[in-house]
Nanobody, 128 residues
Framework: QVQLVESGGGLVQAGGSLRLSCAASGRTFSNYAMGWFRQAPGKEREFVAAISRSGGSTYYADFVKGRGTISRDNAKNTVYLQMDSLRPEDTAVYYC?????????????????????WGQGTQVTVSS
């Protein structure tokens, strides 16, 4: 089992920034590719960003390109999502997810059904 705990959400004004963190425990963190998803009220969960086990490969949803950065620190068992230039439409619960993979670099995953473990989420609210 992998336990994931997100933090860093909150209320921020449009144009502001937040850095979300996801701390993992239970298994070897570096064995897992990681992803961030979000779910707004009344909407389906959607992909935000993903990162390979090594951290060398990343992928972003179009709506976050240029505004977001996913990174990881395998020594700290933590994955991050830096979000800048936040917009009211970024308001959602943000979830991190972990997928076990033997591919150390070059592999990331975009679909929620590919992931094995999920955190409980952290609320991000952007006011206009």
């Amino acid at each position: 089992q992998v336990q994931l705990v997100e933090s860093g959400g909150g209320l921020v004004q449009a144009g502001g920034s937040l850095r979300l963190s996801c701390a993992a425990s239970g298994r070897t963190f570096s064995n897992y590719a990681m992803g961030w998803f979000r779910q707004a009220p009344g909407k389906e969960r959607e992909f935000v960003a993903a990162i390979s086990r090594s951290g060398g490969s990343t992928y972003y949803a179009d709506f976050v390109k240029g505004r977001g950065t996913i990174s990881r620190d395998n020594a700290k068992n933590t994955v991050y999502l830096q979000m800048d230039s936040l917009r009211p439409e970024d308001t959602a619960v943000y979830y991190c997810a972990a997928k076990y993979t033997i591919s150390y670099s070059g592999s990331y995953y975009l679909r929620s059904d590919q992931y094995d473990y999920w955190g409980q989420g952290t609320q991000v609210t952007v006011s206009s």
